[in-house]
Nanobody
Framework: QVRLVESGGGLVQAGGSLRLACVVS????????MGWFRQAPGKEREFVAT????????EYRDSVKGRFTITRDNAQNTVFLQMDSLKPEDTAVYYC?????????????????WGQGTQVTVSS
């Protein structure tokens, strides 16, 4: 059974940092792309960052480039999202996701498994 558990969310002031982590169980981590998505109240879930199976290729949405960094540790079955210089518009529930097919799609529908989400709130 595949399970994703996120942690690391919280309340932070603008300009601050948070580090999200997502532990994946079920034996599929090392063979899958990983992604972080977010959903703000009243908005659709959106792509934030993806990393391929070996960690050698990453993609980011434009608004987080230079501020967020996605990494993975295949020995620990964990993917991380380091978020620096946070802004109030980064406030959302953040979800990690697993994509078992080749590639790292920015489309929500392309991902197979999801975590329960962790709240990130950035105050101005």
């Amino acid at each position: 059974q595949v399970r994703l558990v996120e942690s690391g969310g919280g309340l932070v002031q603008a300009g601050g940092s948070l580090r999200l982590a997502c532990v994946v169980s079920g034996g599929i981590f090392s063979g899958s792309a990983m992604g972080w998505f977010r959903q703000a109240p009243g908005k659709e879930r959106e792509f934030v960052a993806t990393v391929n199976r070996n960690g050698g290729r990453t993609e980011y949405r434009d608004s987080v480039k230079g501020r967020f960094t996605i990494t993975r540790d295949n020995a620990q079955n964990t993917v991380f999202l380091q978020m620096d210089s946070l802004k109030p518009e980064d406030t959302a529930v953040y979800y990690c996701a697993v994509q078992t097919a080749l590639g790292e799609s920015p489309d929500v529908s392309g991902w197979d498994y999801w975590g329960q989400g962790t709240q990130v709130t950035v105050s101005s």
